[in-house]
T-cell receptor, first 111, second 115 residues
């Protein structure tokens, strides 16, 4: 089945700097790659997603890139702000039914 | 909130007792999922459903069973709870078609402690 690896597990950046989180997946048939943000004590919420027919997608300060050949995708957050502090999860869809998640990255924005 | 509710939100139980968690949706979505969240492991899929009475196992299904007798309800049962099942359980729903076809919407979570 699908396996999703996410790195790093923790990331600390200065406010205003950029943050990058990377994920690799194993199933070349996967075609949908979302990113979820989970604030402390809250439920995960979708922040951006990308489909396999697109190489990059941007939404204000966040962007996601996909390299299908290498089977990896990345989340980029620019001009980080304190409210960006959270745990971020990548995921890949397996067989059109199962969404498999990475282990999560705890992002801390230092003032 | 977002058409999905979980109950109970918190539960403390003893080893060996049965536990049932309920997920209720008002979105008429076809797909429903149960995940558990533990530190260092992210969100791991327990079971999922792709229709009434249609369910399948996820990556960590041992010790859990599910039932879906109607579209809006998906029940997760621990027949005999163990301490290793202490976790936060999230239910999620997913639409089948259209722009939001793959988007998972999560419930607020159910924190289960097994003593």
């Amino acid at each position: 089945g699908e396996n999703v690896e996410q790195h790093p597990s923790t990331l600390s950046v200065q406010e205003g700097d950029s943050a990058v989180i990377k994920c690799t997946y194993s199933d070349s048939a996967s075609n949908y790659f979302p990113w979820y943000k989970q604030e402390l004590g809250k439920r995960p919420q979708l922040i951006i997603d990308i489909r396999s027919n697109v190489g990059e997608k941007k939404d204000q300060r966040i962007a996601v890139t996909l390299n299908k050949t290498a089977k990896h995708f990345s989340l980029h957050i620019t001009e980080t702000q304190p409210e960006d502090s959270a745990v971020y999860f990548c995921a890949a869809i397996q067989g059109a039914q199962k969404l498999v998640f990475g282990q999560g990255t705890r992002l801390t924005i230092n003032p | 909130d977002a058409g999905i509710t979980q109950s109970p939100r918190h539960k403390v139980t003893e080893t060996g007792t049965p536990v049932t968690l309920r997920c209720h949706q008002t979105e008429n979505h076809r797909y429903m999922y149960w995940y558990r969240q533990d530190p260092g492991h992210g969100l791991r899929l327990i079971h999922y459903s792709y229709g009434v009475k249609d369910t399948d196992k996820g990556e960590v299904s041992d010790g859990y069973s599910v039932s879906r007798s109607k579209t809006e309800d998906f029940l997760l049962t621990l027949e005999s709870a163990t301490s290793s099942q202490t976790s936060v359980y999230f239910c999620a729903i997913r639409g089948y078609s259209g722009i939001g076809a793959n988007v998972l919407t999560f419930g607020a979570g159910s924190r289960l402690t097994v003593l």
